[in-house]
């Protein structure tokens, strides 16, 4: 399934119903699509906020493909790269509520998921793949 | 969907914000909003009442962080009452049991605070 929007906040709610029907359908665990959901609410996010600096009107797109053992979805955008290596490492040793606002989106996103894995082309485009299996009962 | 919205009412000199539907970061800025309203009428002794909050991503978070410094600074503080087991997942992934009170009731909350001729009196 293919979702594109534009990098308004407003189509968050959206985009997380979308997923919710999708995990529905085809079986996913509620609880483990819900931890998918808010990694991903968090992933677009930080596109809208750094990638496009929060100007409405840019394009990004989503992949999803969703099984009933795991979901797993590809964001693109063609705003501002960065470097994810220090941010990502520091999520991994994420240990205690920082004392100024922020800095909690990849530090959840780490959390939630199976594997986040950020490959940015500076200039070119760039993409996030978020994967999550069900938990195992 | 759920309507995202928040009620404030007052108990005694505590604000209790009953924050509803989705938090995110096309909601948070209207609770952000509604922060600094109290603030800035000098009412920080605040409980966030989250038992019909469905959703919260780190947009809503940071505005609980953007705040707490201000209102501890001028003796008052941000607690929270009633979370769904969902929800409290996230503020316990995080870590913030470790710097916020939370309560399963508002009332206990709201007990919390010393009482209002008490902190008059330490106001003065
Ligand atoms: N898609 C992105 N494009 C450009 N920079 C990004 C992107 N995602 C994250 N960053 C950078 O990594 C930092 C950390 O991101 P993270 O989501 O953890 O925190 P935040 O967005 O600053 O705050 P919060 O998510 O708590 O609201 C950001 O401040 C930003 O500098
Ligand atoms: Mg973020």
């Known amino acids: 399934?293919?979702?594109?929007i534009t990098s308004e906040f407003r189509h968050l709610a959206r985009v997380r119903s979308l997923i919710e029907e999708r995990?529905?359908?085809?079986?996913?665990?509620?609880?483990?699509a819900s931890e998918f959901i808010l990694a991903l609410d968090e992933a677009l996010t930080n596109i809208i906020k750094h990638a496009y600096h929060s100007q409405p009107g840019h394009p990004i797109e989503i992949h999803l493909s969703m099984q009933s053992d795991e979901a797993y979805a590809e964001i693109t955008d063609y705003g501002d790269a960065f470097d994810p290596d220090p941010v990502v490492s520091a999520a991994q040793h994420y240990k205690e509520l920082p004392k100024h606002r922020g800095g909690l989106g990849i530090p959840l996103m780490e959390r939630l998921l199976d594997a986040v894995e950020f490959d940015i082309r500076p200039g070119v485009r760039n993409v996030i793949r978020l994967r999550k299996r069900r938990k195992v009962a | 969907m759920d309507e995202?919205?928040?009620?404030?009412?007052q108990q005694g000199d505590v604000s209790v914000l009953r924050v509803k539907g989705y938090l995110d970061a096309h909601t948070a800025p209207e609770l952000e909003k509604r922060m600094q309203e109290l603030i800035s009428q000098d009412r920080v002794r605040l409980v966030m009442e989250l038992a019909e909050l469905e959703y919260i991503s780190s947009a809503g978070l940071g505005v609980f962080m953007a705040y707490v410094d201000e209102v501890r600074g001028r003796g008052g503080d941000i607690k929270f009452s009633s979370l769904t087991p969902r929800v409290y997942t996230v503020f316990d992934l995080l870590g913030f049991p470790i710097l916020y009170e939370f309560f399963p009731e508002t009332g206990e909350a709201v007990k919390r605070f010393p009482h209002a001729d008490s902190a008059d009196r330490g106001r003065a």
């Open chain 1, 1 to 4: 399934m293919d979702v594109n």
């Open chain 2, 4 to 9: 995202f919205g928040i009620k404030v009412s």
């Open chain 1, 23 to 32: 995990a529905d359908s085809v079986g996913f665990d509620r609880a483990a």
